[in-house]
């Protein structure tokens, strides 16, 4: 049974209408990563759409990253500054959708702005710039560069020992990409973390208790799943969305 694997859309305005968007790099590392069939899901917030009900379809939820940041309200932050780009609809949607999905078990892939919103989902809070933290690197990207530069490996990370990295990888550090202005600061209950930079800021998290709960706040779905960090944690990902969509299928040939 082919997994399926829903990917929560960010909203932009273009020309006045809403419009509901998913990079196409997401929906491509799915198919190619997961052998998934991966399913956009609006972001028309909790009020429109029963997120049991959806986490109970799904097999999978790949949190993507995205040009916005989680308004700083839903982790009890201080106020934005007035350029921050902020995405309501897509924070409405996708924090009550993670703690559905996680009540539920399906398997829970987090990247970039996804891990923000997986810490913040159960009760974290987030630097809203770790730049300007004491003892805090700049881990923002070069924007004037091309992407194949942008994405490449920035820094080391230092894997947790004994954690899901660390075993699967069989090794104590990875390089990983960094392209991102916030970051975790106070790690939400049940979370355990799975990588740290150089600098101490919080890297990956892994869910307790989950087959498969992820979050990194790097970008494994770019330039290429062939890297081992990116193939370490997309073969995870699909090995808990499949075992998830075979047992709901054994549950529906009982039903039957």
């Known amino acids: 049974m082919t997994p399926l694997i829903g990917i929560p859309a960010g909203v932009k305005i273009q020309d006045g209408v809403s419009i509901h968007t998913v990079s196409e790099k997401y929906l491509t590392a799915v198919v190619n990563g997961t052998g998934g069939l991966p399913m956009i899901v609006p972001a028309l917030g909790s009020e ?7 986490a109970r379809r799904l097999d999978g ?15 009890g932050g201080g106020p934005s500054r007035p350029d921050t780009p902020h995405d309501r609809a897509r924070d409405s ?18 990247i970039c702005r ?11 809070t987030l630097h809203q710039h770790v730049h300007e933290v004491d003892g805090k690197r700049d881990h923002r990207s070069d924007k004037t560069k091309p992407s194949h530069e942008r994405y490449g490996h920035a820094h080391p990370v230092t894997l947790t020992p004994g954690g899901f990295l660390a075993r699967a990888l ?20 049940g979370l355990v973390v799975e990588a740290t930079a150089p600098d101490g800021l919080i890297e990956a998290v892994r869910a307790e208790g989950h087959r ?5 706040q790097w970008h494994p779905e770019y330039p290429s799943l062939a890297d081992p960090v990116s193939k370490v944690l997309f073969d995870g990902f699909a090995e808990a969305a499949r075992a998830r969509a075979e047992a709901r299928l054994r549950a529906i040939l009982r039903a039957a």
């Open 48 to 54: 429109r759409m029963d997120m049991p009900d959806l």
């Open 61 to 75: 939820l790949l949190l993507t990253g995205g040009l916005s940041n989680v308004e700083p309200h839903r982790y």
């Open 93 to 110: 949607t996708t924090l009550p959708l993670i703690r559905a999905c996680l009540e539920e078990g399906v398997a829970v892939l987090a």
């Open 114 to 124: 996804g891990i923000q919103e997986l810490n913040v989902a159960l009760g974290g």
């Open 170 to 189: 069989g090794t104590a550090e990875a390089r990983v990409n960094s392209l991102h202005g916030q970051g975790i600061d106070r790690l939400a209950p």
């Open 212 to 216: 498969f709960a992820v979050g990194v």
